[in-house]
């Protein structure tokens, strides 16, 4: 069984900056992409960033240039750096892996959800 656990979400003012965290723990064989996604009061749960194994990232339009995804492949962690932070980045975000616990067959793995509401 594969766990992730998300930290750091929290309130912040307009402009400021938070760091999130995921870390996978469990009977796990290897972990391709890492990211995180996020779902906002009534609307439906959309992709922010992801970073593959090697480390190349990907980024929704939305937060290109304000936010910077980091992983450890070492710990099995995934991070995410948020800057500038506007009222519209309020919502729960999600940590998600592409997990393997079985040789040559991956399944994603969702973290539980952490809370980051922005004030204007």
């Known amino acids: 069984q594969v766990q992730l656990a998300e930290s750091g979400g929290g309130l912040v003012q307009a402009g400021g900056s938070l760091r999130l965290s995921c870390a996978a723990s469990?009977?796990?064989?290897?972990?391709?992409?890492m990211g995180w996604y996020r779902q906002a009061p009534g609307k439906q749960r959309e992709f922010v960033a992801r970073v593959t194994t090697g480390g190349n990232p990907l980024y929704a339009d939305s937060v290109k240039g304000r936010f910077t995804v980091s992983r450890d492949n070492v710990k099995n962690t995934v991070s995410l750096q948020m800057n500038s932070l506007k009222p519209e980045d309020t919502a729960v975000y999600y940590c998600?892996?592409?997990?393997?616990?079985?040789?040559?067959?991956?399944?994603?793995?969702w973290g539980q959800g952490t809370q980051v509401a922005v004030s204007s």
């Open positions: 998600n892996m592409a997990v393997s616990i079985t040789p040559g067959q991956y399944f994603g793995a």
């Open positions: 469990g009977s796990i064989l290897a972990i391709n992409s």
